[in-house]
């Protein structure tokens, strides 16, 4: 497609459940990034990875948050036994240089 | 550590009318780029603008304009002719390290625009 989609785009969870947030970024574009945003905040970087390599993953709060890119394209943001802290909008973002451009986000609700 | 202020938390304009939103960062580093998202109440993150720290001239981009005072380390966004769809809200995001390929984002608090008739 031409801009970065995500999926799912709600996920509503029982709180210890497993969930698994995917990203397509644009065609071509070598880096991609996870950011988290709260409800009336800007976005907070999470991790990014430039092709299948993760780069920094100095945002990831704990180790219950884990991401792959095992191909350099598609990536999936993984959060075990989520808590309802976790509840907010999961943005991806792909580049292929100075911009960002994000995708519509996944809102996960955990219960 | 970087840091990005947004002062205000809100702002009003009329229709047609041009408005600055207030931009601070506050970094050690030689090299960056700032930057100017759009989310709308859709919720998506539209760019706007990029300006780079070594850039001699001002960016633009249509009706909208980086005002970038380096020495007092601002990077204001002025939008010239405001429209209704323009409502949204707007957020100053800093980019520390060299060159393209990959560096996160540190965003503001976002400031809220409402353009009235």
């Known amino acids: 497609g031409a801009g970065v989609s995500q999926s799912p785009r709600y996920k509503v969870t029982k709180r210890g459940q497993d969930v698994a947030l995917r990203c397509d970024p644009i065609?071509?574009?070598?880096?991609l990034y996870w950011y988290r945003q709260a409800l009336g905040q800007g976005p907070e970087f999470l991790t990014y990875?430039?092709?299948?390599?993760?780069?920094?993953k100095s945002g990831l709060p704990n180790d219950r948050f884990s991401a792959e890119r095992p191909e350099g394209s598609i990536s999936t943001l993984t959060i075990q036994r989520t808590e309802q802290r976790d509840s907010a909008m999961y943005r991806c973002?792909?580049?292929?240089?100075?911009?960002?451009?994000f995708g519509p986000g996944t809102r996960l609700l955990v219960l | 550590a970087q840091k990005i202020t947004q002062t205000q938390p809100g702002m009003f304009v009329q229709e047609k009318e041009a408005v600055t939103l207030d931009c601070t960062y506050d970094?050690?580093?030689?090299?960056?780029?700032l930057f100017w998202y759009k989310q709308p109440s859709s919720g998506e993150m539209i760019f706007l603008i990029y300006?780079?720290?070594?850039?001699?001239q001002n960016a633009t981009e249509g009706r909208y304009s980086l005002n970038f005072q380096k020495a007092r380390k601002s990077a204001n966004l002025v939008i010239s002719a405001s429209q209704l769809g323009d409502s949204a809200m707007y957020f100053c995001?800093?980019?520390?390290?060299?060159?393209?390929?990959?560096?996160?984002?540190?965003f503001g608090t976002g400031t809220q625009l409402k353009v009235e008739l």
């Open positions: 995001a800093m980019r520390d390290a060299p060159g393209g390929g990959g560096n996160k984002l540190t």
């Open positions: 065609s071509g574009h070598v880096s």
């Open positions: 990875f430039n092709y299948e390599a993760q780069q920094d």
């Open positions: 973002a792909s580049s292929g240089g100075e911009t960002q451009y």
């Open positions: 970094t050690s580093d030689p090299s960056y780029g």
């Open positions: 300006q780079g720290s070594y850039d001699q």
